[in-house]
C-alpha cells in the first residue's frame, strides 16, 4: 500500500528534477522535448511555471513524478489536458503511476474540470495499459502526431480521455 500522496504546483527548486525527468533516456522518447542542456530547457521550465501548469508529485515528502495540467478555454473549460506524466525511474513498478493518475482524477474533479484528455504514443503498451486500468478511454488516433528528430520519424499518438463524473 501506497502511503498518503499530495499533488503540488512545481517551483523553482524542481529545476534539476524536472529536467532529469524530462531528459531521462527511460521517459524522454514518450514526452515532449527533445534532449537538450540544462541551459537551453531552463527557459522552457520557467515559461511552465509562469504558466502554472507543471506539477510533482510526492509521497511522504519524497517526489516521485511529475505531470502537466493545461486547461482549456471557453467553451472546453471543462477540458484540462494532461501531459508529460512520468514516475521517476526508481520508483517504476511500484504502483505509483496508477497512484498518481488516481490522485490527478481527484485533483482536477475538485478544481471543476469535467474532462481529462490526454495523448501517448501508440507504441507505449505500458503507459496505454496504465490508462486503460484508471478508466482513461480510447477516443482516437492521431497520424503523425509526434516527430522524433534524432530518430527522424514519426509516431502515432492515441488520444484517450477520462470523464470526471
Known sequence: MIPATAIRKAVITDLDYIY???MHPAIN?????????KEIFTPIFIQLLQDAVQYIYSDNDKDVGMFKLIPHTYRSAHTVYLGGIAVHPQFAGMGYGRSMLNAIKVFTKQAGFL???LSVAAQNEKAINLYKKT???KEGILKKYT???????YLDEIMMAYLNE
Open 20 to 22: 532529469d525527468l524530462y
Open 29 to 37: 522518447p514518450f514526452l515532449l522535448y527533445e534532449v537538450m542542456d
Open 135 to 137: 478508466g482513461f478511454l
Open 115 to 117: 474532462r481529462i484528455e
Open 147 to 153: 516527430y522524433l528528430k534524432k530518430e527522424d520519424r
